[in-house]
């Protein structure tokens, strides 16, 4: 993987973005040599849809149906 200076990277930035395009290889960018980003090339299907796109990354772990304060602790309903 190629490393560029975050100060380069910024001069350069839209010719590097075309590069990666092209060559497909990802540019790692680094702050006093240490990466702070990556620049990949876009996958075949880069466009993202929104409405649905995190359908089944979600996981219930619990009971979401029932109450989670009883209804006697609560200070609106008491007497």
Same mark, same amino acid.
């Given at each position: *993987?190629?490393?560029?200076? %975050?100060?380069?990277?910024? #001069?350069?930035?839209?010719?590097? %973005? +075309?590069? !990666?395009?092209?060559?497909?290889? /990802?540019? &790692?960018?680094? &702050?006093? $040599?240490? /990466? !702070? #980003?990556?620049?990949? /090339? #876009?996958? /075949? @299907?880069?466009?993202?849809?929104? =409405?649905? @796109?995190? =359908?089944?990354? $979600?996981? %219930? =772990?619990? +009971? %979401?149906?029932?109450? !989670?304060? @009883? =209804?006697? @602790? *609560?200070? #609106?309903?008491? +007497?």
């Amino acid at each position: *993987m190629n490393e560029i200076s %975050i100060s380069e990277f910024k #001069a350069k930035c839209l010719g590097l %973005i +075309d590069e !990666v395009q092209k060559t497909r290889q /990802p540019l &790692r960018i680094t &702050r006093r $040599g240490k /990466p !702070v #980003a990556e620049v990949i /090339p #876009a996958g /075949p @299907d880069h466009t993202r849809k929104f =409405v649905g @796109d995190l =359908v089944g990354t $979600g996981k %219930i =772990v619990g +009971d %979401i149906v029932g109450h !989670v304060l @009883d =209804v006697k @602790d *609560m200070e #609106a309903y008491r +007497d």
